[in-house]
Nanobody, 124 residues
Framework: QVQLVESGGGLVQAGGSLRLSCAASGRTFSSYAMAWFRQAPGKEREFVAVITWSGGSTYYADSVKGRFTISRDNAKNTVYLQMNSLRPEDTAVYYC?????????????????WGQGTQVTVSS
């Protein structure tokens, strides 16, 4: 069992930056691939970024590539999402998710555990 708690969301102006954190409980955090998804009002939850258990591979949605960076610290059981050059269209609730498996997966249904989400609002 893995419990995930996100933090770091807030209100920021367009062009600004935020760093989201996701703290995980459980001794097997280092064996899980971790991802960030987001959901804007009236829209489906969409993939943002994923990092493998070792941190050796990452993958990003085209909409955030070059602006967002996912990273993890297995010693702290934490995964991060550094978000730069934020745009109003990045406004959403951001969710952290964990998957016990290999490879890069960008589909919500393959993830086993989810956090409660943190709101990110980007003003124009």
């Amino acid at each position: 069992q893995v419990q995930l708690v996100e933090s770091g969301g807030g209100l920021v102006q367009a062009g600004g930056s935020l760093r989201l954190s996701c703290a995980a409980s459980g001794r097997t955090f280092s064996s899980y691939a971790m991802a960030w998804f987001r959901q804007a009002p009236g829209k489906e939850r969409e993939f943002v970024a994923v990092i493998t258990w070792s941190g050796g591979s990452t993958y990003y949605a085209d909409s955030v590539k070059g602006r967002f960076t996912i990273s993890r610290d297995n010693a702290k059981n934490t995964v991060y999402l550094q978000m730069n050059s934020l745009r109003p269209e990045d406004t959403a609730v951001y969710y952290c998710a964990a998957r016990n498996g290999l490879g890069i997966v960008a589909v919500t249904t393959f993830y086993d555990y989810w956090g409660q989400g943190t709101q990110v609002t980007v003003s124009s």
